[in-house]
């Protein structure tokens, strides 16, 4: 079972090709299940989770809630298997308009921050004391009813810093954390740049994009430099189905500052 520090670099790199599995736009509908067994891959099985599975799908829900996930563990001849199951409103469905397509990539990307911080508490599991007592912090968190469900999102959103911030789905560290993770940077940071990071948005604002932008900066072209900016982070929203508020809540948070610092 590995040792080394996990930051948000090391989760983004071992979980985003686990996300990249999910087709936002082709979820099954219960009963049937898009499952992803994680002793498939050999660097889960280094980590400790060979016992995870993943599994998606879209159903009715009574609620309005956009999904959840839940827990569930069992034990076959002796091997312990922990279930992790997200769960997506065929509401989300109804059409492929971009607003929809946003909203239901955010859902799914939520509920798998909440799986990676699961993932990770499993990963250190080594007693029968440490499984009977993980297993009870997930299912006290996850099986939920929906009016705990509507009242849990409330008090969040009671408490949040920010409205624009809670509008584009992002809860604070507390929100996904189990407390057995070795982990201590922050799963709201996490969930941003699964999202959106540098390696994504460059899929857009490409080599050749970003010399020209830096060329038309210094010749002080501070309009020609925004429109190649925009050019590309409008092609991104079309494609990856990312708003363009939050879009421009990552450049100015994480981007510009980069690309600047790169220029001195």
């Known amino acids: 079972m590995a040792e080394e520090y996990h930051d948000v670099s090391w989760v983004i790199k071992h979980f985003r090709p686990l996300l990249d599995k999910i087709n936002i736009d082709n979820i099954p509908q219960e009963p049937n299940y898009q499952v992803e067994v994680l002793s498939d891959t050999r660097q889960f099985i280094q980590l400790g989770?060979?016992?995870?599975?993943?599994?998606?799908c879209r159903r009715n829900f009574i609620s309005t809630a956009n999904g959840y996930y839940a827990f569930s563990y069992a034990e076959n001849e002796g091997q312990q298997i922990?279930?992790?199951?997200?769960?997506?409103?065929?509401?989300?469905?109804?059409?492929?308009?971009?607003?929809l397509r946003e909203k239901r990539r955010r859902t799914i990307i939520h509920e798998f921050t909440?799986?990676?911080?699961?993932?990770?508490?499993?990963?250190?599991?080594?007693t029968k004391h440490l499984i009977d007592e993980l297993v009870n912090k997930l299912a006290s968190r996850v099986r939920l009813n929906a009016m705990d469900h509507y009242q849990m999102i409330l008090s969040q959103i009671g408490n949040a810093s920010s409205t624009i911030t809670y509008a584009l789905g992002i809860y604070p560290d507390e929100h996904f954390r189990l407390g057995y993770e070795d982990f201590d940077d922050s799963f709201s940071t996490v969930y941003k740049h699964l999202i959106l990071d540098r390696k994504i948005f460059e899929k857009y604002f490409t080599e050749n994009m970003r010399s020209e932008f830096f060329k038309e900066l210094k010749k002080k072209n501070i309009g020609n430099a925004v429109t190649i900016l925009y050019t590309a982070c409008a092609n991104l929203i079309e494609k990856e189905a990312i708003s363009a508020d939050f879009v421009n809540l990552r450049l100015r948070e994480d981007f510009l500052g980069y690309y600047f610092i790169g220029m001195r």
């Not at 989770?49 to 998606?56: P, W």
């Not at 922990?82 to 607003?99: G, Q």
């Open 82 to 99: 922990f279930f992790l199951n997200i769960y997506i409103n065929n509401n989300l469905f109804v059409s492929n308009n971009p607003a």
């Open 49 to 56: 989770m060979e016992d995870c599975v993943l599994s998606i």
């Open 114 to 126: 909440h799986c990676i911080a699961a993932f990770l508490s499993i990963g250190r599991i080594i």
